[in-house]
């Protein structure tokens, strides 16, 4: 006999036995006031005055039939008790039952009067600084890793199921008897939920793939972009068929500029589409923390000095110190400010760095010495040295964190400074000395202004129309729009850099590049001319153009995608000693493709490719060595080579 089938009394003195073995609190239907009903048909629930918290909570109404019986009553129940002292998880007050009417039990849990985090974002997006969104991301991160250390998958992590109480986080919906919102298409419905939330395996598979934690950690990773964004994923698209293919194949949301890339770096991992390649949800929140360096150094500094007049607004603190005829006593704390968008109204990376760099220089601190030799003499002078080491270390500390945080390209934006004349004197040769630092480093715009150097014969270098060329050629390589269209320019003003500098290589490059992207070319014929010409190049014996063409072979760019053609081009490279070409060559041998599986080759030419500086090969050569995959187990090696690797990352 199933428990369903049981009358309504041997129902209730089993239930009843149940929360007393579980030492689940039972709470007296008439100890709640000022009932009134919320939701819909789809999400029934009502909120209520407690007699006894002296305070509004959910009541939850419980429907027994087929599809949710007792024992998905009492399972719900014991996991509620499971994760109820988390702070960002709804808390769980116990069980009431109706006296009489439509519903026999019900869930008691805290209210949220925040609304969604949904309805949260659309409403105040706009005031939010970083510091909130990355307490929100953690405090979300947190409550999802609560439930897996309890082994509680929510399967149905969205922004509705995401509350907001006091601009705090608080988890709902993880129980069995949640029910989405009122769902209004025939694809959610399918799902049960919104697809832009759901992992791809599933979105393939619903009928027999099971959500695992790996399925929460995608559905987390759209979350931080929805707290990054302010926005509902997919939004202004329809979440029909087309949307779940495209999904599955691999579409994502745009990235939001001016997210922290360390940020962007745990969202895009969380919502890879490979399930493998997710990371766990303790990787997640260790990641988080460390965004948060910064914050929480900032609350310490407040709460060990009190006596900041607290009523000061920071607008105010702001304005005061840009207007102060010693602001130079406040450069460190401004470039903070605009680094947080503290008092101005939104995040100004550009100014901030202007105020850490000069907080750095030395000669900005002597006018910290200055003031306090002018101001106190005798009573502090032999602190002056330390003041003097301790401010300049202050400075070189914050522009230090900027370097780490990665937002921009430092080396990049210091040729710019430096260049223009911000925040130090102009200084050209400087400028380009940062320049080249940056595009060695491999950085697109810094490549590019390197280029433009040598285009100009500007910041003291003479004019090299080859070296622009090269330089413009490697920015567009990185994706840079202006690299690109000065590379498009090389040829339209017929830069003839094969016939002046006969530089096969980089001509057969640029040209092959141009037609490629669709430079100065038209696009529906730019994939086969690019073939063409890396194809004429690598006939001639070019070991670069041959690894192109490979290339061309393996990813069917102008021509037919064929694994054996792509093998033989990328062998031809490697024989020439390309190093990417051998790091080919030595991956289609782990993975056998286009030739039979030989982990012994693999490793041989990862090997070949790692000496010649390759740091993908580097890291190949390690693993090898690490698991013992074609070569013998060697840890010290395998160290050693990681070490090789991380260095030229």
Sequence with gaps: MSLNSLNSTDRNGWITDVLYKENIIFHEFHTFDNMKYIGDAAARAYIATSRIYHQPILLKPIIFNQSYTI??????????????????????YGVTKEDRGQYQYMILLEHADGGTLGDFLKRSFKQL????????????????????????????????????????????????TKKPKKLTNAISKIYGTSVQYVDPEYLKNHQEFIRNKKSDVYSVGVLL????????????????FSLVQSIIGGKREII?????????????????????????????????????????WLNEFIKNHRGVNEHLSSKYLLEMMLNHKHQNYFTNLLGFFYDYGIGCDEMDQMKAFEFYLKGSIDDEINLYSNFYNNNYKNNY??????????????????????????????????????EQGIGTPKNKIKAFEWYMKSAEGGNACGQCNIGLCYDKGSSGITQ??????????????????????????????????????????????????????????????????????????ANNGNSLAQ??????????????????????????????DNDDGQYKIGYYYQNGIGIIKDEEQAFKWFL?????????????????????????????????WFQKAKKYD
């Design 547 to 576: 690894y192109y063409l490979g290339n061309c072979f393996e990813n069917g760019l102008g021509t037919t995608k064929n694994d054996e053609q792509a093998f033989k081009w990328y062998l031809k490279s490697a024989e020439g």
């Design 71 to 92: 024992q998905n009553f009492v399972n719900e129940v014991k996991q509620h008790r499971q994760v109820e002292l988390h702070e960002n998880i709804v808390r769980f």
């Design 129 to 176: 600084k970083w510091d909130v969104k990355l307490k929100f991301a953690k405090q979300l991160v947190s409550a999802v890793y609560c439930l897996h250390e309890n082994d509680i998958v929510h399967q149905n992590l969205n922004s509705d199921n995401i509350l907001i109480k006091n601009e705090n986080i608080k988890l709902s919906g993880f129980g069995i």
């Design 256 to 296: 939001i500029k001016g997210t922290p890339n360390k940020y962007i770096n745990i969202y895009t991992a969380c919502w890879d589409g490979n399930l493998s390649n997710r990371p766990n949800i303790q990787q997640v929140l260790r990641k988080l923390d460390e965004i948060e360096i910064v914050t929480n």
């Design 464 to 537: 090299n129309k080859y070296e622009a060329f090269n330089w413009y050629l490697k920015a567009a390589n990185g994706g840079d729009s202006t690299g690109q269209y000065n590379l498009g320019l090389c040829y339209e003003e017929g830069y003839d850099i094969l016939g002046q500098y006969n530089l096969g290589l980089c001509h057969m490059k640029g040209i092959g590049y141009c037609y490629e992207n669709g430079i100065g070319t038209t696009r529906n014929e730019n994939k086969n001319q690019a073939f063409e010409w890396y194809l004429k190049f």
């Design 608 to 640: 070949k490719s790692a000496r010649n500086g390759n740091s993908k090969s580097q890291f190949a050569v390690a693993v090898c060595y690490f698991h013992g995959t074609g070569i013998k187990k060697n840890i010290f090696e395998a160290i050693m």
């Design 381 to 418: 002078k032999n602190s002056f040295i330390s003041l003097k080491i301790i401010l300049l270390s202050i400075g070189q500390y914050f522009l230090g964190l900027f370097y780490y945080k990665e937002i921009i390209d430092t080396q990049c934006m210091l040729g710019y400074l430096y």
């Design 225 to 240: 972009w929805q707290i990054s964004s302010g926005r509902i994923p997919f939004e202004f698209e329809l979440p029909d």
